[in-house]
């Protein structure tokens, strides 16, 4: 397990330093602790509970007097990994306050295996979603890729559709059926459907026309289209994400000769002139990595406000790249960590390297040199330990 801990980017007050405070009182005296976590501001909630150990979210989370105002407003990924740490099987009353963005963000991290849907992962997070309110699960299946539906319902169940001439016609033996027209089965014997006939009843009842075309998918719909249309859903949701293909993100690897190990990029190119957008999980500051990782964030933080904000965004984009390429489970909170450390590692070796090569102060070379770059030439200087 990677061990850090955030670096004062941006000071952070005292009472918002409380994830250990508040477990601690919570041990002695849960009341005080509800008061105290009552006390702080939305966002303090959401930091206390998001920076606290994984085994511990769930604890704290229960403690936040208004848990449907909080969760909507948890990183897509943070809610995903909040769930995952307390138990799918214990996380109905999460989910039952998750937004659809936050739940089909939380499938695209975590039910897939590389390009492809991971069936099982995909119906444990549809049984999670099975014991919220048939409000909750209409909203979620709703928002919830029809083909991701379908491909995990394939896996379970088969379907056939009563023909229009009928008589003498008898539905598959142990066969179930909601409306009488579409005929559903366990594919396996020891699979009692119940979480699949609640969350079909939901969508029957709520949304009538979504119900019939995911029975005609799972009926007649070719697996290869299917997945097809799956996989392109969800690349484009994780790239708003900042989280790129695994084609795209490769690119940190690529091949650097002696040549242009050495060379720096055109003086009046910008390399931290980086937007901001939303990330998917809580990191309100760059982690301080102890060793030779840490030199690329002691530089970052001797910028000037603007351009270490930059520099922020920049970093995390390159750690969301090396997450892809080294093939990271998303939804696994020690994958963030570990691509930190990873990305913090050998952007500094390329740091050192061009700092040394051209008698440049680190925080100059960050002004002309992206860090994506540099940790291509840190990645290049030792390609064994760098190889995904």
């Not at 539906?149 to 896996?155: E, F, K, M, P, V």
Request: hydrophobic fraction near 45%; aromatic fraction near 8%; charged fraction near 25%.
């Amino acid at each position: 397990m990677v061990r850090y801990r955030w670096a004062a980017m941006n000071p952070v007050p005292p009472e918002e330093q409380a994830p250990r405070r508040l477990l601690a009182l919570a041990r002695r005296d849960r009341q005080a602790a509800e008061k105290a976590l009552a006390a702080l501001t939305p966002e303090a909630q959401i930091a206390a509970v998001c920076e606290a150990p994984l085994a511990e979210r769930g604890r704290l989370l229960g403690l936040v007097p208004q848990p449907e105002r909080l969760i909507p407003e948890f990183p897509p990924a943070e809610l995903c990994f909040t769930v995952k740490a307390i138990g799918l099987a214990d996380a109905a009353w999460v989910l039952e306050y998750a937004t659809p963005d936050q739940v089909v963000a939380a499938l695209d991290l975590d039910a897939w295996q590389g390009q492809a849907i991971d069936p099982a992962s995909a119906n444990e997070w549809l049984q999670a979603i099975a014991r919220t309110s048939p409000e909750a699960q209409l909203r979620a299946l709703e928002a919830l890729d029809p083909e991701l539906l379908t491909l995990a319902l394939r896996s379970r169940i088969g379907v056939v559709q009563r023909p229009d001439e009928h008589e003498g016609w008898s539905p598959p033996e142990g066969a179930q059926t909601l409306e009488g027209q579409f005929h559903y089965w366990a594919l396996a014997d020891n699979d009692d459907l119940a979480d699949v006939t609640t969350l079909l009843r939901a969508l029957f009842e709520g949304a009538y026309w979504s119900y019939f075309r995911l029975m005609q998918a799972v009926t007649w719909e070719l697996v290869s289209d299917t997945e097809e249309w799956a996989l392109r859903w969800r690349t484009g949701r994780l790239e708003d994400l900042g989280f790129p293909t695994w084609e795209d993100a490769m690119r940190v690897y690529r091949f650097l000769d002696p040549e242009a190990r050495r060379a720096l990029p055109l003086a009046e190119e910008r390399p931290i002139e980086v937007a901001a957008w939303s990330l998917p999980v809580w990191m309100p500051q760059l982690p301080e990595v102890s060793g030779p990782g840490g030199r690329i964030f002691r530089a970052i933080g001797a910028l000037e406000e603007e351009e270490r904000r930059a520099c922020f965004y920049a970093f995390v984009a390159l750690s969301n790249r090396v997450a892809v390429a080294d093939r990271l489970p998303l939804g696994d909170a020690e994958s963030t960590p570990t691509a930190i450390a990873k990305a913090a590692s050998f952007a500094s070796a390329g740091l050192a390297f061009l700092a040394e090569q051209h008698g440049l102060a680190d925080t100059e070379l960050l002004r002309r040199v992206g860090v994506e770059h540099l940790f291509r030439v840190g990645a290049n200087l030792d390609p064994e330990s760098a190889r995904p």
